[in-house]
């Protein structure tokens, strides 16, 4: 089997083809933590594979990341690929892990993706936990880059400013946010919380931000969106706790479910 990733996304896109009986996908969405209840609403169920079963990919080391690959079919006749759990940068598996979902999504002939993430919120002044966020950029602090060599790919447009007009014509009320990545595992302090806030940043979190950039060096349009399942570390006095995000997207999931399969039949 070859090791070059791009020969990897190939052979698991036609994997999940066959296993569907479909040429193409539509969409992808990958659903970050606390996100995985809201995958029921997307639409029905063509096949699901486990992650395992792939190759490139492995099982997602954490908790409510799920570890498998859905196909389904929504009520418009769409049909989108939803991965259940995504991996991340500080399960040590190296910067194309992270992107492996996203690169097979476009191997397998989307156009569009749909990153999702639970996120420690920045502004506690204006957000309310158990509400979406929809991405408008990203500050990535990870350190790491899915793109080797001399591709200076532009960035003035991750998260297309079309797809979030779209999503807000679904709900007027979804506001707005820039993104900070940080590699984790650990939560962050209340002084790089402080740092982030003069820094710009509205939204704290460990993942998406590699994945919008390895869309984008595909061509993908990106849609992200944040749940916002707490204040950032320091700005509610409260320790952080993973069960807590878990619980903040259990409940929400009908709502973010709806959002979601409306979405998908728009963008
Ligand atoms: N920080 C980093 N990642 C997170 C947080 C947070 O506060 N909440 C959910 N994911």
Redesign the pocket.
């Known amino acids: 089997m070859s090791n070059d990733p791009y020969v990897l996304a190939r052979e698991a896109a036609a994997a999940l083809k066959a296993a569907a009986g479909l040429d193409t996908f539509d969409v992808a969405l990958v659903m970050?933590?606390?996100w995985v209840p809201a995958a029921d609403a997307i639409g029905q169920v063509v096949a699901e594979v486990p992650f395992t079963d792939l190759p490139g990919f492995a099982a997602p080391a954490v908790a409510g990341h799920g570890g498998r690959i859905r196909a389904v079919r929504t009520d418009a006749g769409r049909h989108a690929l939803i991965f259940l759990g995504r991996s991340h940068l500080y399960e040590g598996r190296g910067v194309d892990a992270v992107v492996h979902g996203v690169r097979t999504a476009a191997a397998a002939g989307v156009r569009t993706v749909v990153l999702t993430?639970?996120?420690?919120?920045l502004r506690p002044e204006t957000q309310q936990v158990g509400d979406p966020v929809l991405i408008s950029d990203h500050i990535n602090l990870t350190g790491a880059n899915p793109i080797t060599g001399t591709t200076f790919l532009d960035l003035t447009e991750v998260y297309s400013k079309r797809l979030r007009d779209l999503v807000r014509e679904i709900d007027p009320s979804l506001a707005e946010g820039v993104y900070v990545a940080?590699r984790?595992p650990t939560?962050?302090t209340p002084a790089e919380?402080r740092m982030l806030r003069t820094l710009g940043g509205d939204l704290?979190?460990?993942?998406t931000v590699l994945e919008a950039i390895a869309a984008r060096e595909a061509g993908l349009d990106v849609l992200g969106v944040s749940?916002?399942?707490?204040?950032?570390?320091g700005l509610a006095g409260d320790p952080?706790d993973?069960e807590?995000?878990l619980q903040v997207g259990r409940a929400t999931a009908a709502r973010m479910g709806v959002l979601l399969a409306k979405a998908v039949d728009r963008l």
């Not at 993430?117 to 919120?121: H, R, S, Y």
């Not at 749940?227 to 570390?233: C, E, K, Q, S, Y």
């Open positions: 970050g933590s606390g993430n639970a996120a420690g919120g940080f984790g939560y962050e919380i704290i979190g460990m993942s749940l916002v399942t707490n204040p950032a570390a952080l993973h807590e995000v």
